[in-house]
């Protein structure tokens, strides 16, 4: 098994990313003098459960810092609106040491749901619904009826309805730029007796090619998983993009 300490990786580093994940407002990483992880904080708001969020940050910190964490040494407190910043009494420690950047008024594009539909001539046809900022948008993708390519189906019925969504709001008024997203692929590893999904996606601004990722434990449903996953890695990009 490798190492938790620090590497080609840095405590702030680790954070951030932490902070990055969906529902997380902040988060505390506590190693000892030889810089293995003891402890990992994180404070979210109720958009995502303390047991998912756990998997999010091993899913995370395994699949883009190359850190295998135990679940055990990861602590989650919800709170149900952003925790200001407080600082703590001499001689202890505070769980928030550093507030990660508020929620945008808004919100984010938040997953409402999905079906497979599996047609006659061996094609399956992938419906993924998100909302933002109370509308909901759709978007379809059709594929061979077979696990790898319904999987990379759900990860462009996903990225069509970002699309959508980014339409429906220029549409609205709000001089949105039209977003361009294409999927790079999509993969499912096993480590430490649980799967993940990791999704690759190519944002297109200008002339310039961004290259996003997320990841995703995979619960019950692989579909929703990649869902997860693609959402992770394009939301903030997007959502910035809209501003």
Known sequence: MKSQQMGEWNVREAEKLIESLTGVLSSRIVTDRSGDIQEVHVLTNEEVSPKQTVRNVESALLARLDIPLDHRKISVAQTDRPAPAAQAPEGTMS?????????????????????????????????????????????????????????????????RAIEATATGVQQNGDQAPMVALALDGVRVIEAFDRKYVLTAVHALAGRDIIALSGSSVVDDRIEASVIMATLQATDRWVRGRMD
């Open 95 to 159: 769980l928030v040491v550093e507030r990660a950047a508020p929620p945008r008024p808004d919100g984010r594009i938040l997953y409402v749901s999905h079906r497979t539909e599996t047609q006659s001539s061996n094609r399956a046809v992938v419906t993924v619904t998100v909302e933002f900022k109370g509308d909901t948008y759709q978007g379809e993708a059709v594929a061979a009826d077979l696990l790898r390519a319904r999987l990379e189906a759900a990860a462009n019925a996903t990225l």
